[in-house]
């Protein structure tokens, strides 16, 4: 968010409905691809509701506008001049434009900036549950007559959802009044309603619904300093994360088990070494190239250490809220 100052009126577009948008629309997509300066490109919505494994909020709008590096942060319109979306990240795997590129809606767009505008930081409601998909066979257990909303596997102590009297095994269907047809969409709910805020929550328990009332909370995604964020953006071999020690702000937010120590992963690029292999955001690597990690620099140790041996792939210990496994991932 920026602010200008200027002796005259500045010229302006605005922000269109990007709840109206469907696939099959037709949009436009301006950005400064390779530096070449501003380009527009055409295309179609080609799909709502996309979640690339970049954080808990996802939720975009994949459009096969050509877009390439350099289109982020572009405005992305509908044909009636509106902006609709924010170019944000393509999916390549070979780096060039392939016809699947992703964009933040509107909607999305608009209530952050509004929040930076008002309070210089964005402030997210916390229900503080952790959740899992509902398959049709857990659905048949619980007595639930079809696989939809969100399963609860914990919840936090002391937070909104422990208060309400929500709890483990119960089967989140509506939040706020918006149904929850999947697990990914309750963060989402949740996040578009501010710290304080009461909301209605209708959850399934022992073959019948029941609705609480929840006050939420603060999100807790306040995370580490930026000076203990370590990333491999630089030249030579890279793996496309983000580290950062396990503190307890980051521990709580990811539900990190506390007797897991590493390096944990905040960020993930789309489309890189890291995101093929399946690493996420909350992931904790806690070996690289069978040595222990203690902090995110001893991942970026043995990765630089692979690349002078000329060795092709990195072999890392991921533990992912408690399940460890072996990946190996080839830097880029």
Avoid: C
């Avoid at 309070?119 to 049709?136: A, F, H, K, P, S």
């Avoid at 970026?300 to 250490?305: L, P």
């Avoid at 072999?315 to 991932?329: H, P, Y």
Wanted: glycine share 12%; hydrophobic share 40%.
């Amino acid at each position: 968010l920026l602010k200008i100052d200027a002796d005259r009126e500045l010229p302006y577009v605005t922000f269109g409905d990007s709840d109206d948008a469907r696939p099959g629309d037709w949009v436009v997509a301006i950005g400064n691809p390779f530096g070449l300066g501003g380009t527009a490109t055409t295309g179609i919505i080609s799909a709502r509701g996309r979640d690339i494994q970049s954080g808990p909020y996802d939720d975009y709008l994949q459009i096969d506008a050509p877009i390439n590096r350099g289109n982020s942060g572009g405005p992305l319109f509908d044909l009636s001049g509106r902006v609709i979306g924010v170019n944000t990240a393509i999916y390549s795997p070979n780096g060039g434009n392939v016809g699947i590129g992703f964009a933040v809606p509107a909607a999305q767009a608009k209530s952050v900036i509004e929040q930076l505008l008002a309070n210089g930081y964005v402030e997210r409601g916390w229900l503080g549950v952790q959740i899992q998909t509902l398959t049709d066979a857990l659905a048949e257990s619980l007595q639930l007559p079809r696989a939809s909303g969100a399963l609860v596997a914990s919840v936090a102590p002391d937070s909104p959802a422990a208060r309400a009297g929500v709890e483990v095994g119960d089967v989140i269907l509506s939040f706020n009044g918006h149904e929850v047809d999947a697990m990914k969409d309750l963060p989402r709910l949740g996040a578009d309603v501010a710290p304080g805020e009461n909301v209605e929550v209708r959850v399934w328990r022992q073959g019948e619904p029941r609705t609480l009332k929840v006050s939420l909370a603060r999100s807790p995604d306040v995370t580490a300093d930026a000076s203990d964020i370590v990333t491999d953006k630089a030249e030579g071999a890279r793996l496309g994360l983000a580290l950062a020690p396990v503190n307890e702000d980051l521990r709580r937010r990811f539900e990190v088990p506390a007797d897991i120590d590493g390096a944990l992963v905040v960020e993930v690029e789309p489309g890189g070494p890291a995101a093929r292999q399946g690493l996420r955001p909350g992931d904790v690597i806690v070996q690289a190239g069978g040595k222990r990690v203690s902090k995110p620099a001893d991942v970026a140790g043995v990765v630089r250490d692979s690349h002078d041996a000329e060795r092709n792939r990195v072999l890392l210990l991921v533990n992912r809220q408690g399940d460890q496994r072996f990946v190996t991932v080839q830097p880029g």
